[in-house]
């Protein structure tokens, strides 16, 4: 069976830190990209970060830029959100995804993320 | 950054009706990177459609999309009891992915 699963959220202080984990089973992890999404109780998804396969290219949104850190460990099929300098406003569901991107000489085509993780809540209050 | 602007916010229908969700995006959506998405509550989003208008394995073909450009839009031909959630459309041409607020398709 396909499945991510999340661990490591909890309750944090405010400027605190955690590290949120994303276990792969059932494909083959090495071969999707990987992304963070978050979602405030009873509101709208913001998508927060994604690493490609090797864990060489990574983005984010500009309200986690300098204090999260996507990473992977395709040996131990993976992923991790290193977060710091924790706020209120980082208090959600944290979800992790996974997504097929096809690479064609130069160019890269994606698929949008078709597996999801169950969540993993991150309270940050003091 | 691309806004998605959703509507409506909230569509009441009944089983069997037909629904028709938009999706709005403040600039061009690159190579119709257009998603869709359906959550229930206590539960984790579900990809219905990529590309615009390609459905992922083992989603009905009550589901499509279309559109392209800026204008995108999912339509449930006819609804069944268990399609009665909260969807989300979203962008992933361009950095950072963005997503809709979200339209609930209620009974």
């Known amino acids: 069976e396909v499945q991510l699963v999340e661990s490591g959220g909890g309750l944090v202080q405010p400027g605190g830190s955690l590290r949120l984990s994303c276990a792969g089973s059932?494909?083959?992890?090495?071969?999707?990209?990987m992304h963070w999404v978050r979602q405030v109780p009873g509101k709208g998804l913001v998508w927060v970060s994604r690493?490609?396969?090797?864990?060489?290219?990574?983005t984010y949104v500009d309200s986690v830029k300098g204090r999260f850190t996507i990473s992977r460990d395709n040996a131990k099929n993976t992923l991790y959100l290193e977060m710091n300098s924790l706020r209120a406003e980082d208090t959600a569901v944290y979800y992790c995804?996974?997504?097929?991107?096809?690479?064609?000489?130069?160019?890269?085509?994606?698929?949008?993320?078709?597996?999801w993780g169950q969540g993993t809540t991150v309270t940050v209050s003091s | 950054e691309i806004v998605l602007t959703q509507s409506p916010g909230t569509l009441s229908l009944s089983p069997g009706e037909r629904a028709t969700l938009s999706c709005r995006a403040s600039?061009?959506?690159?190579?119709?990177?257009l998603a869709w998405y359906q959550q229930k509550p206590g539960q984790a989003p579900r990809l219905l459609i990529y590309?615009?208008?390609s459905r992922t394995s083992g989603i009905p073909d009550r589901f499509s999309g279309s559109g392209s450009g800026t204008d995108f839009t999912l339509t449930i031909s006819r609804l069944e009891p268990e399609d009665f959630a909260v969807y989300y459309c979203?962008?992933?041409?361009?950095?950072?992915?963005?997503f809709g607020q979200g339209t609930k398709v209620e009974i």
């Open positions: 690493t490609d396969t090797d864990g060489s290219s990574t």
């Open positions: 995804a996974r997504e097929y991107v096809l690479l064609i000489g130069a160019n890269r085509y994606y698929h949008g993320m078709d597996v």
């Open positions: 059932g494909f083959r992890f090495s071969s999707y990209w």
């Open positions: 590309g615009a208008s």
């Open positions: 979203q962008q992933y041409g361009s950095s950072p992915r963005t």
């Open positions: 600039q061009s959506v690159s190579s119709r990177y």
